[in-house]
């Protein structure tokens, strides 16, 4: 069975970092991309923010990023581990959020970061960043 579970979220103060993990079991990551989102409210996948996605293509690994990650976040993966990070720097309040990660079914990310193209999600890591 699928499963995908979230750590490293926290209290940090703006300007600093913090190193979200996702850690995977039942499927290969090398043949399944994955993505990194983010959720203010709510519990419904309408409201979920798109930020970046890693797959690996014929043995290159490809990543893409939307609006709020370029230049401030990094995906990357440990496939001996079966975990995808995501390096967030420089958070400002505007990043206060539930993060959360989701496998897309397939071995390559979509076009758009969207939260419809993916199929299975981990119950999220709360980030918070104080005024």
């Known amino acids: 069975q699928e499963r995908l579970v979230e750590s490293g979220g926290g209290l940090v103060q703006p300007g600093g970092s913090l190193r979200l993990s996702c850690t995977t079991s039942?499927?290969?990551?090398?043949?399944?991309?994955v993505g990194w989102f983010r959720q203010v409210r709510g519990e419904d996948r309408e409201g979920r923010e798109g930020?970046?996605?890693?797959?690996?293509?014929?043995?290159?690994?490809?990543?893409s990023y939307e609006g709020p990650a370029k230049g401030r976040f990094t995906i990357s993966r440990d496939v001996a581990n079966s975990i995808v990070y995501l390096q967030m720097n420089n958070l400002t309040r505007e990043d206060e959020a539930t993060y959360l990660c989701?496998?897309?079914?397939?071995?390559?990310?979509?076009?758009?970061?969207?939260?419809?193209?993916?199929?299975?999600w981990g119950q999220g890591t709360q980030v918070t960043v104080p005024s």
């Open positions: 039942g499927f290969n990551l090398d043949n399944y991309a």
């Open positions: 989701a496998e897309e079914g397939t071995y390559h990310c979509p076009e758009r970061v969207s939260p419809w193209r993916f199929r299975v």
């Open positions: 930020l970046a996605c890693v797959s690996n293509i014929r043995g290159s690994l490809r990543t």
